[in-house]
T-cell receptor
Framework: GNSVTQMEGPVTLSEEAFLTINCTYTATGYPSLFWYVQYPGEGLQLLLKATKADDKGSNKGFEATYRKETTSFHLEKGSVQVSDSAVYFCALSQTGANNLFFGTGTRLTVIP | DTGVSQNPRHKITKRGQNVTFRCDPISEHNRLYWYRQTLGQGPEFLTYFQNEAQLEKSRLLSDRFSAERPKGSFSTLEIQRTEQGDSAMYLC???????????FGPGTRLTVL
């Protein structure tokens, strides 16, 4: 079956610190991988995605590389800001499938 | 605002009552999804429409749940005889294609007393 395992939170970092949120997946075939972000009081937004092995998704200073050998898609940012405080969800979608499978989410709080 | 909208944003009901939620997708999107998110968990897929056709339903969607998209535009999700376990955030998303980005609405938070 399909599943996504995320690093448990919450994560609290000081501004300008380096961020890593781990995500590993179980899936058959070659899924597409996503990071979604949910800012306080807002709906889920796509942050970045990668559709095949070794692809790197990037957006707003965040990056994640699709690693098929380790079935991972870890989210990284070199220098976090207070405005990055949100809940981050790792997700996958099977080729030809219609729905997303989400991890449990990781709450990030960045303090000044 | 041309994003996905959901109404109501919050609903409090007593156990045993019926509730209905509405989702208005982005206008040109032909695919619409419903997800349920409980506290501390990620969203879980419930059902999916392509235009007015309901093409897939999760095992999570018990017979108390029904969803419609009568004209291929807005969708409704009805829960009959609500139970406390139905308390959750119900999310709607829409997309223009099979591998395209899903755009999510703000959700309807249901509390069953």
């Amino acid at each position: 079956g399909n599943s996504v395992t995320q690093m448990e939170g919450p994560v609290t970092l000081s501004e300008e610190a380096f961020l890593t949120i781990n995500c590993t997946y179980t899936a058959t075939g070659y899924p597409s991988l996503f990071w979604y972000v949910q800012y306080p009081g807002e709906g889920l937004q796509l942050l970045l995605k990668a559709t095949k092995a070794d692809d790197k998704g990037s957006n707003k200073g965040f990056e994640a590389t699709y690693r098929k050998e380790t079935t991972s898609f870890h989210l990284e940012k070199g220098s976090v800001q207070v405005s990055d405080s949100a809940v981050y969800f790792c997700a996958l979608s099977q080729t030809g499938a219609n729905n997303l499978f989400f991890g449990t989410g990781t709450r990030l709080t960045v303090i000044p | 605002d041309t994003g996905v909208s959901q109404n109501p944003r919050h609903k409090i009901t007593k156990r045993g009552q019926n509730v209905t939620f509405r989702c208005d997708p982005i206008s040109e999107h032909n695919r619409l999804y419903w997800y349920r998110q409980t506290l501390g968990q990620g969203p879980e897929f419930l059902t999916y429409f392509q235009n007015e056709a309901q093409l897939e339903k999760s095992r999570l969607l018990s017979d108390r749940f029904s969803a419609e998209r009568p004209k291929g535009s807005f969708s409704t999700l009805e829960i009959q005889r609500t139970e406390q376990g139905d308390s959750a955030m119900y999310l709607c998303a829409s997309t223009s294609g099979l591998q395209a980005e899903q755009f999510f609405g703000p959700g309807t938070r249901l509390t069953v007393l």
